[in-house]
């Protein structure tokens, strides 16, 4: 069993900054692709980005990009989602998810396999 812990989120104006963390002590991190997901009361679960296993190569949707970056560091066993200029459309609860999937699927949330517990992120206007 993989466990995903995630922390960082918080309450912020509008147009400042918050660093999500994630972190997991299972063998299989190094491996696996992870993704940030996030999802705000009454909505679907949208995909906010993701992140291949080396950390070159990462994913954005649209509505984040140029704002969240998304890092990774395997000697901690830690990915990072820095967001910047949030806006209050970005309030939501935040997940981390593991995937072995191939990057033109990252998007899809049905395959990741692990997934965090979640947190929470307010963006007041």
């Known amino acids: 069993q993989v466990q995903l812990v995630e922390s960082g989120g918080g309450l912020v104006q509008a147009g400042g900054s918050l660093r999500l963390s994630c972190t997991t002590a299972?063998?299989?991190?190094?491996?696996?692709?992870m993704g940030w997901f996030r999802q705000a009361p009454g909505k679907e679960r949208e995909f906010v980005g993701a992140?291949?296993?080396?950390?070159?190569?990462?994913v954005y949707t649209d509505a984040v990009k140029g704002r969240f970056t998304i890092s990774r560091d395997n000697d901690k066993n830690t990915v990072y989602l820095q967001m910047n200029r949030l806006k209050p459309e970005d309030t939501a609860v935040y997940s981390c998810?593991?995937?072995?999937?191939?990057?033109?699927?990252?998007?899809?949330?049905?395959?990741?396999?692990?997934w965090g517990q979640g947190t929470q992120v307010t963006v007041s206007p």
């Open positions: 299972g063998r299989t991190f190094r491996s696996s692709a």
């Open positions: 992140v291949n296993w080396a950390g070159s190569s990462t």
């Open positions: 998810a593991a995937t072995a999937a191939f990057r033109s699927t990252w998007s899809d949330g049905t395959g990741y396999t692990y």
